[in-house]
Each structure stands twice: as structure tokens, then as C-alpha cells.
């Protein structure tokens, strides 16, 4: 850049000349950069009153000389001037190490982070399953059930900086969670894994309250593989998680940091998928859990829809199904729409617009049982307006309006 300072000599310099002169460097000065932007003033010059900034673009030139207005499109060229901390030749924005010298730009992992500040090698070591970064004697990698605990302790530690990271998302999504662990497992049973792109699935989440105590029962048709969830330990306990039995092959571990406890399971047999998971937990609620996520035997997701329901026989029920309350309303987003069935009966629940139009599906027609039951419809994606709400079975359907107000 074309520096003009108190006590200098103003005649005409070759960016080269000026550089000689007053001992300023940068590629347009020394003449390391395109020629071309000096050249317009003349064959290698450029005159005083005429500023160049750091993209050879001409930011200030005057027919006469002015060194305020000068020195003023200086200092306002400066400040998008690129930095150059590590002093490698190569501006912050384009080097892969800005902190660390580096002039050859080595990433033999071509991950674009320069070998000099990159401690994972994810081209040799740390690849796609091996989250524990182990290799044998040869330096071959090593991928193994060991892999799939460390994932297991990546995910409840909520770890995003370690190269095992890196290594972790087996279903190439933006995620890493208990789908990628049972992307792992089927990886190390067939050799690869080959799930990406597979659509989810639909399942629920059943909160049961009864006499013989309270259930959450995870289900859906594509069978079920894995889960992780949120609560705090206010909600459910270390002592109540201890007890829970799973299937054969399945196992359960959590980490707790301060209140807050993560919860994951898998089958790590990868050969024990269940349409049903019962776990037994007293004294919870639909709101126990959060953050959850379940994995299909293919590692695909399964969006699971949670209900709560109080297995109380068909004392005190109305004789027909019953909207009982909508929850706020108006609501924004999600609205609790709680109901009473008198009997066991296929019951399915839908929202409809003003025009009559099926806007989503909350139950989609399964055998429930009688007693109170509680589902949470998400309008996050619906836009604000009157809607309605309507619970069916067999033989009867109640409606009731529920307003989306945003």
C-alpha cells in the first residue's frame, strides 16, 4: 500500500522504490503481486497522491495533493487489511494454520486445517469408527467395539472438540448421537455401513401412569435399536436408572453434570432390535424427557410422538370419547391436547384448518386403552389461525378449536 507520513519524501516511487526507501513491506510494495495496478499510472510507478489498497484497487486519488485526505484513505484501507499473524506470507483468511507458521500449507488429511495446528490425523488415524484413534503395529487402523464405547462416552460427555469427534458421525448428518452408534455397531457387523439417506420412521413414546406405578414405553414398527434422552435429576434418578432392565444385548449408560442427566441405550449386539422398550420410572411425566432421540436397527431415526395416559378403567369417564382441555389456547407453539376414551379402542387424532383441510396427524388410528390420555401437537411450521381438533375412534368423534396465535 502507498504509505504517505510526516517527513517524508513526496516525489514519485516505484512501489519497489518506496518499499527501499521507508522499509514497508507487503507483496503489492515489494512487487511480489500483479503488476498491472501500478502500471496504470505509467510504466512501474505510482504517483503521491494516488492510494492503492490491498486489492490493487485505486481508493483515493486527487489532482493535486492533500496529505489530511491522504493519510485519511490510508487509515480507512487499513482496516480491511488482511491479517498476517504467523508472519508465513499468507493472509489470516486463506491460511490453514493463521496462528502457527506454516508457509507450505502441509494437510495430508486435506481436511483444511494445516498439519501444523491440526493434531487429528483424519486421512491415517482418526477416520470414520475409530473414535478411540487406535492403530496396530503396522499403523493400520483398528476399529471395534472399543470404538463404539468411546462414541457411547463422546455423546453422554457431550465431547465436540477431541478427534474422536471427528471420527464420530457415522451417518454423515450434521449430528452425533445414539444413530451414529448403532451406525457403528452395524459397521463393525457387516464390515461398512451404508444406512445414509434412509427416511425415518414413525414411532411413539408412551407415558403410562397406573396403579401398579408409572411407564415409559417406547415403540414403533420398524423395531427399535437405540435411545437417548434429557432430564434432571429431579425428574428421574441415578438409583431408578440403575434399575432399569433391558433386552438381552442392550446396554444403558448416563453422565450427570449438575442437575442435568443424559441418558443413552443401545443394542450392542446389533441382533436384538425391539418393536417395544418398557422402561419403569416413578413419578414421570411427558416433560421428563428431552432432547430425545431413537435409532432404527439401520441407524435410521425414528420420530417418536410422545403421549401420557392414566390407565384408570371406565370409573368416572364420559361414555364417549372426550376432549377433556386444549392447553394453552390460544397457543404458540405447542398445544396439550388431553382426552378420555371409555373403552379400548383404535383412536386416531387429527388437526384440520378452517377449510376443512387435514393440516397433521397426531395418533394415527392405534389400539389404545381406556382411561385419560395427553398428546403435544407441535404448530411450530403451521402459520397463526383457528384450528381444529379431532379425536375418533370406532364409533364416535369429538372436535374442539384450538388458535395458533404467533
Known amino acids: 500500500m502507498v504509505v504517505v507520513a510526516n517527513g517524508f519524501d513526496y516525489g514519485t516511487y516505484s512501489c519497489t522504490g518506496w518499499a527501499e526507501t521507508f522499509g514497508i513491506t507487503y507483496p503489492i510494495i515489494d512487487g511480489d503481486a500483479n503488476t498491472a495496478a501500478w502500471d496504470m499510472y505509467g510504466m512501474g510507478y505510482i504517483p503521491h497522491n494516488v492510494v492503492l489498497d490491498h486489492n490493487m484497487e485505486v481508493v483515493y486519488t486527487s489532482s493535486g495533493f492533500n496529505q489530511s485526505e491522504i493519510m485519511a484513505a490510508i487509515d480507512a484501507a487499513l482496516e480491511y487489511l488482511p491479517a498476517d499473524v504467523d508472519e508465513d506470507g499468507l493472509d489470516d483468511p486463506v491460511d490453514n494454520c493463521s496462528e502457527v507458521y506454516n508457509p507450505q500449507q502441509e494437510d495430508i488429511d486435506l481436511d483444511g486445517m494445516g498439519d501444523a495446528c491440526d493434531i487429528c490425523d483424519n486421512a491415517n488415524v482418526w477416520v470414520i469408527g475409530n473414535t478411540n484413534g487406535s492403530v496396530d503395529t503396522d499403523g493400520n487402523v483398528i476399529v471395534n467395539i472399543m470404538d463404539v464405547l468411546s462414541l457411547v462416552d463422546i455423546i453422554l460427555d457431550g465431547d465436540t472438540e477431541s478427534c474422536g469427534y471427528e471420527a464420530s458421525n457415522i451417518t454423515g448428518d450434521s449430528y452425533v448421537n445414539v444413530i451414529d452408534v448403532i451406525g457403528l455397531v452395524q459397521m463393525i457387523l457387516n464390515g461398512d455401513f451404508s444406512g445414509t439417506g434412509i427416511p425415518p420412521g414413525d414411532g411413539t413414546f408412551d407415558i403410562l401412569h397406573s396403579e401398579d406405578g408409572d411407564m415409559a414405553i417406547i415403540s414403533s414398527p420398524e423395531k427399535i435399536s437405540g435411545f437417548q434422552f434429557e432430564s434432571y435429576s429431579s425428574e428421574i434418578s441415578i438409583n431408578e436408572l440403575n434399575k432399569i432392565v433391558l433386552p438381552e444385548g442392550w446396554s444403558l449408560s448416563y453422565s450427570q453434570l449438575g442437575q442435568k442427566i443424559r441418558v443413552l441405550a443401545f443394542d450392542g449386539t446389533g441382533q436384538n432390535p425391539q418393536?417395544?422398550?418398557?422402561?419403569?420410572?416413578?413419578?414421570?411425566?411427558?416433560?421428563?424427557?428431552?432432547?430425545?432421540?431413537?435409532?432404527?436397527?439401520?441407524?435410521?431415526?425414528?420420530?417418536?410422538?410422545?403421549?401420557?395416559?392414566?390407565?384408570?378403567?371406565?370409573?368416572?369417564?364420559?361414555?364417549?370419547?372426550?376432549?377433556?382441555s386444549l392447553y394453552p389456547n390460544p397457543f404458540n407453539p405447542v398445544l396439550t391436547l388431553s382426552f378420555s376414551i371409555p373403552t379400548e379402542s383404535l383412536t386416531k387424532v387429527s388437526v384440520y384448518n378452517?377449510?376443512?383441510?387435514?393440516?397433521?396427524?397426531?395418533?394415527?388410528?392405534?389400539?389404545?386403552?381406556?382411561?385419560?390420555?395427553?398428546?403435544?401437537?407441535?404448530?411450530?411450521?403451521?402459520?397463526?389461525?383457528?384450528?381444529?381438533?379431532?379425536?375418533?375412534?370406532?364409533n364416535h368423534v369429538d372436535t374442539k378449536k384450538a388458535i395458533l396465535v404467533k
Open 275 to 324: 418393536q417395544k422398550i418398557e422402561l419403569a420410572l416413578p413419578n414421570i411425566s411427558a416433560g421428563s424427557f428431552q432432547n430425545t432421540v431413537v435409532s432404527s436397527p439401520k441407524a435410521g431415526e425414528i420420530r417418536v410422538r410422545f403421549s401420557e395416559s392414566s390407565a384408570l378403567g371406565q370409573f368416572g369417564l364420559p361414555s364417549t370419547p372426550t376432549i377433556q
Open 354 to 394: 378452517t377449510l376443512g383441510e387435514l393440516v397433521d396427524v397426531i395418533e394415527n388410528g392405534r389400539m389404545m386403552k381406556s382411561g385419560f390420555h395427553t398428546f403435544y401437537w407441535d404448530a411450530a411450521d403451521q402459520s397463526s389461525g383457528m384450528y381444529f381438533i379431532q379425536v375418533q375412534t370406532e
